[in-house]
């Protein structure tokens, strides 16, 4: 059975840095797609970042620069390092994998999520 666990959410003030890890289980992470997700108050869930099997990995333009996207085969995690947060990145956020789109936010599998708060 396919699990997700996200970690390491949290508090932090504006230009502060996070890493968010998603430990995965039932299968091995580095034969699928493997992505981040986010969903903040009264808004849509909108695609952070998606690691393909092989290729470069791709990042939502608001993202772009500030978040990057690891694996450790090894450990069969997921990373999220967010740098220079923003108030506007608040928000809970979701790791994914399988069939991976960021636009639209598409996902076979889905963890339950991490709560990232940024002050400003």
């Known amino acids: 059975r396919v699990q997700l666990v996200e970690s390491g959410g949290g508090s932090v003030q504006a230009g502060g840095s996070l890493r968010l890890a998603c430990a995965a289980s039932?299968?091995?992470?580095?034969?699928?797609?493997v992505g981040w997700f986010r969903q903040a108050p009264g808004k849509e869930r909108e695609g952070v970042g998606n690691m393909p099997i092989v290729g470069d990995t791709s990042y939502a333009d608001s993202v772009k620069g500030r978040f990057t996207i690891t694996r450790d085969g090894a450990k069969n995690t997921l990373y999220l390092q967010m740098n220079s947060l923003k108030p506007e990145d608040t928000a809970m956020y979701y790791c994914?994998?399988?069939?991976?789109?960021?636009?639209?936010?598409?996902?076979?599998?889905w963890g339950q999520g991490t709560q990232v708060t940024v002050s400003s």
């Open positions: 039932g299968f091995t992470i580095t034969h699928s797609s």
């Open positions: 994914a994998a399988g069939g991976i789109t960021l636009t639209p936010p598409t996902a076979v599998y």
